[in-house]
C-alpha cells in the first residue's frame, strides 16, 4: 500500500487477492500455506512502507513478553501452525521439548481466559521455548502486528504494570487490514472465518480427525476456539459497507 492508496481500496484489492488463491487452490493441499505466505508478504511489504518515519522498533525476535499475551488467529494461520507442529512434534521431543503435551496444557489452563485474565495469569504461549518462538518465521499476524520502540515499557505493560508504552501505529494498522482482508476472502467463499484463541485452537486442530478438511468443506471445526467477543456478525457488516 503507497502512501495514496487509501485504506479502503487496500482492503478490497487484498481481499480480491486472497479470493483468487482461494478460487484458484480450494481443493489442494496447499490452500493454508499460500493464505498464510500471501498475508504475510502483504503484510511485510506494507508495514515497511507505511513505518518510513517511525522510530526504530525494539522488537527483534528475541522478546517474550508479549507472548504472554492472548493471540487471536484466522484459521488459516492455526492450520499452517498445526502443521508445524505435527510434523516437528518428535524431532522436539528428542530435545525434551513436549509440544503437544504443552498444547494440550495450555488449551487447559488458558484456553478461554479473556484478554484480563490471560495477563493476570502470565502463562507463556506453548511455543515459546528459551525465550524464542519456535514457529516464528509463520507466527500469525497478531504475532507480528505488536511492536514497540521501549522494550522496557512494553514488558511492564506486557505484565499488567499501568504504564505507557509506544508501539508502531502502522503494524496495528497494517495487521488489521490484511487480517480483515483474509477473513473477508474466507467468509466470502463460505468457509469459517472467525477469530480463534491460538492455544485451544490449536489444540482442537492437532486433536480432531480431519479438521482442515472439515474446515475447506465449509464447516468450523474450531468454533470451540472462537474469540467470544467478536462478533461474526457485526464484522460481516463492517465487510459489507467497505463494498468487499
Ligand atoms: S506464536 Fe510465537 S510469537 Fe506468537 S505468541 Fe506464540 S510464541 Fe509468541
Request: one cysteine or more; hydrophobic letters at 50%; proline letters at 3%.
Amino acid at each position: 500500500m503507497s502512501a495514496d492508496v487509501s485504506s479502503s481500496d487496500f482492503f478490497r484489492a487484498a481481499t480480491n487477492g486472497f479470493s483468487e488463491t482461494i478460487n484458484a487452490c480450494r481443493t489442494r493441499p496447499e490452500l493454508v500455506a499460500l493464505l498464510c505466505a500471501q498475508a504475510f508478504d502483504g503484510f511485510a511489504q506494507n508495514v515497511a512502507i507505511q513505518s518510513q518515519g517511525e522510530p526504530a522498533l525494539a522488537c527483534h525476535g528475541e522478546c517474550e513478553a508479549c507472548c504472554r499475551l492472548r493471540v487471536a488467529a484466522t484459521a488459516p494461520e492455526i492450520f499452517l501452525l498445526a502443521r508445524f507442529v505435527s510434523v516437528n512434534a518428535a524431532a522436539f521431543a528428542e530435545r525434551d521439548v513436549m509440544l503437544l503435551e504443552r498444547i494440550a496444557d495450555a488449551d487447559r489452563t488458558i484456553g478461554g481466559l479473556s484478554e484480563e485474565q490471560r495477563m493476570l495469569v502470565q502463562y507463556a504461549c506453548p511455543l515459546i521455548e528459551g525465550g524464542l518462538c519456535l514457529a516464528y518465521k509463520i507466527r500469525p499476524l497478531a504475532c507480528r502486528g505488536h511492536a514497540a520502540f521501549d522494550k522496557a515499557s512494553c514488558v511492564a505493560a506486557a505484565r499488567g504494570k499501568d504504564v505507557e508504552t509506544a508501539v508502531s501505529a502502522a503494524h496495528l494498522m497494517v495487521r488489521g487490514l490484511v487480517q480483515n482482508a483474509l477473513m473477508a476472502a474466507l467468509r466470502r467463499a463460505g468457509l469459517a472465518w472467525g477469530l480463534y484463541e491460538v492455544s485451544r485452537a490449536l489444540h482442537v486442530a492437532l486433536s480432531a480427525p480431519n479438521a482442515l478438511e472439515q474446515w475447506i468443506s465449509g464447516r468450523d471445526p474450531l468454533a470451540l476456539a472462537r474469540i467470544p467477543e467478536f462478533d461474526l456478525v457485526e464484522a460481516g457488516a463492517i465487510f459489507d459497507a467497505a463494498g468487499e
